[in-house]
């Protein structure tokens, strides 16, 4: 490099320098905080009572990422992991034996506001509305509402996060209750007739937030209780045993409740009913379920019948009704099995009435007309709607056995594939043959209903047009396409006859027919043209005998191939070779006058009779406008037979 360049060189490269940095110093943005976007939100929490202490100073980062210009949130952590980096395990009481659900599933947001809220501890409401967002109310809201909790709400018996003790008590029970009514209280003693009631559970007769009754009690009270009149089953509350009863389980109980009453003649009786068991269902003080039954609803029968535990897909609505199990059994004993309240069909009618007499039920599902609806329905529930046992055809596979491997074919329904039988026939009864759910145009229709729309015009298969679809169809399965009740080549056969006939003296057959492919030509169903045909003449048979078609639509095409094959072939067989619908000379005498002075002159004087055609002349079309081979002997192409013939003219 010389001299004079170097400091130009260097000149260049400083103001190249120079010009980058500042451009540099240009793409420099102040740093925005995230309050100085979210305004809106800044004002709304800064009026609130109570803020997070990530909002005073602003550390929204200590829980978020930064978004930029996408409005999503990003928060550092997933669920409560992020709030247990400040609210440490232990001082949330995770380690207790009984967790707060909402904190154990890790959405503490259910019950407090991330930011801000008007309540302590950023509680989302306060007292009885924090924990109605999950409780259903009413049980905290009857006539007499437990004073505590009117006046303290929840927290005043309840932990919020975890407790050692059941339903999160901030004590033992007892105790819980003693800390406002201890049994120093003379009042107290009165209003258990002297009984030592501080060693209960008083949740046993009082419902611990509100009740319809004074003094909490539970909506059903045994009335002895009520009455004040315990010693009618425990001893004095001056023996050293004051709640010992006085006669052991039914024994007690017979005092008042007649047995032989309880069983209303019953001769199946319930297991703890037998056993003198009443405290397996009953509680013998109060209860908040009618009959002082110890649990709500199907819960009871639940304790002790557990594999019905597993609540099915398609529970009997009966189950699910406010007498629950009751719908079907008796409580303590039954004339029939099972407990049941009723024998057989005549149980299921109580509900089901309107099936008991099935609309034009001539025809009537054996089992259902025998009342045996439980070979079919589970009567507690199932995967299956309508309470099945199964799926479908595994309930019919019971009793219809030769079925099940009669319907593995090649080709199976669709019904009977995925196992809807009912999809074709009515489960009880109705007035078709075979229990059919309707007519075959109407079982069929529900599902080919665009295949059974009126087609004006259309040319009609007589068994479609009559809605005869079995005449040519298996309605479960079959080993030939299309459900067809045999190969297309016998099935045809049985009504067009005439045609086998023919097929024995038959010199050619048309390989369609032979092979039994009858729809390759035929519609099987409705056509716009004649005879059912796919396609009209010659468009149809040119889709299969393509080389033909390629000559012709570069070559003279003989007329009659233009218009239409039937004009010389037959379509089925025939006594001529190439199906030919009559032998080549009389075939060609009915378009070409073969004594014509004409066609004698251009012959040479042979006799037709002795004339082969298609020797010179191609049948469809030819690259000669006479239609002659396109391979010709040179003689003959001269039109000089006379070089190989002798030809004696007439």
Do not use: W
């Not at 209750?177 to 009984?195: F, I, V, W």
């Not at 609505?317 to 309240?341: D, F, M, N, T, Y």
């Not at 406008?625 to 396109?630: E, R």
Request: proline share 8%; net charge neutral.
């Amino acid at each position: 490099m010389s001299g004079r360049t170097l400091p130009v060189v260097l000149g260049v490269v400083l103001a190249l320098a120079t010009a980058s940095a500042a451009r540099g110093d240009a793409k420099k943005f102040a740093k925005k905080e995230c309050l100085d976007c979210h305004t809106e939100f800044a004002g709304k929490v800064a009026a609130l009572a109570h803020q997070h202490p990530g909002l005073k100073p602003p550390q929204c980062e200590s829980c978020h990422l930064r978004h930029g210009l996408v409005p999503k949130l990003l928060l550092r952590k997933d669920g409560n992991a992020l709030c247990l980096d400040c609210h440490k395990r232990e001082a949330l009481g995770l380690d207790r034996k009984v967790v707060h659900s909402a904190l154990k599933s890790g959405t503490c947001v259910s019950c407090h506001d991330p930011h801000a809220s008007q309540a302590p501890h950023l509680l989302k409401a306060q007292g009885l509305e924090a924990c109605a967002q999950c409780h259903d109310r009413k049980p905290f809201e009857r006539k007499v509402v437990h004073e505590a909790l009117r006046r303290d709400g929840c927290g005043a018996c309840h932990l919020s996060h975890a407790s050692d003790q059941p339903n999160l008590l901030v004590k033992p029970a007892a105790a819980l209750c003693l800390s406002c009514h201890p049994s120093s209280r003379p009042e107290l003693g009165r209003a258990h007739g002297g009984y030592p009631v501080e060693k209960a559970d008083c949740t046993r007769c009082h419902d611990p937030h509100s009740s319809d009754a004074k003094g909490l009690l539970r909506a059903s009270v045994h009335p002895p209780m009520a009455e004040g009149s315990c010693e009618a089953c425990h001893q004095p509350s001056t023996s050293a045993t004051p709640f010992a009863v006085t006669a052991e389980g039914a024994e007690l109980c017979g005092v008042c409740h007649d047995g032989a009453e309880l069983k209303h003649g019953g001769t199946e009786e319930h297991a703890p009913f037998a056993a003198g068991m009443c405290l397996s269902c009953h509680d013998p003080h109060a209860s908040s379920q009618p009959k002082l039954l110890a649990r709500a609803g199907n819960a009871l029968c639940l304790d002790c019948h557990e594999e019905r535990r597993q609540a099915p897909s398609h529970p009997h609505g009966a189950l699910a009704s406010e007498r629950g199990c009751l719908s079907c059994h008796q409580p303590h004993a039954s004339k029939a099995k099972k407990l049941l309240v009723a024998e057989g069909a005549d149980l299921c009618f109580t509900c089901h009435a309107p099936t008991k007499n099935v609309p034009n039920g001539k025809v009537r599902h054996p089992p259902f007309d025998q009342g045996k609806c439980t070979a079919c329905h589970d009567p507690h529930g199932s995967a299956t709607p309508a309470i099945l046992r199964d799926r479908p055809d595994k309930v019919c596979f019971t009793c219809h056995t030769a079925a099940e491997t009669k319907f593995q074919k090649a080709t199976i329904h669709r019904p009977v594939m995925v196992g809807n039988c009912i999809a074709c026939h009515r489960p009880h009864g109705g007035p078709e043959k075979k229990l059919l759910a309707g007519d075959t145009a109407a079982v069929c229709g529900s599902c080919h209903g665009d295949l059974m729309k009126a087609d004006a015009g259309a040319t009609l298969h007589p068994p479609f047009q009559e809605s005869d679809c079995l005449t040519c169809h298996d309605p479960h399965a079959s080993d030939v396409p299309a459900l067809l009740t045999d190969r297309q080549d016998q099935l045809c056969l049985t009504c067009h006859s005439d045609l086998e006939a023919g097929v024995a003296k038959a010199a050619s057959r048309h390989a369609p027919f032979t092979a039994g492919q009858c729809t390759s030509c035929h519609e099987p169903h409705r056509s716009k043209l004649a005879k059912l045909l796919q396609a009209p003449s010659p468009d149809l048979c040119l889709s299969c005998h393509q080389a033909i078609a390629e000559k012709m639509k570069t070559e003279t095409v003989h007329p009659p191939a233009a218009r239409d094959c039937v004009r010389c072939h037959a379509p089925h067989v025939s006594a001529e070779k190439t199906l030919l619908q009559k032998p080549a000379q009389k075939l060609c005498d009915d378009c070409h006058d073969l004594k014509a002075p004409a066609f004698t002159t251009a012959h040479l004087g042979i006799d037709p009779a002795v004339m082969h055609c298609v020797a010179c002349h191609a049948p469809h079309s030819s690259t000669d406008p006479k239609l002659f081979h396109g391979e010709q002997h040179p003689p003959f192409a001269a039109r000089d037979c006379g070089e190989c013939h002798a030809v004696e003219r007439k």
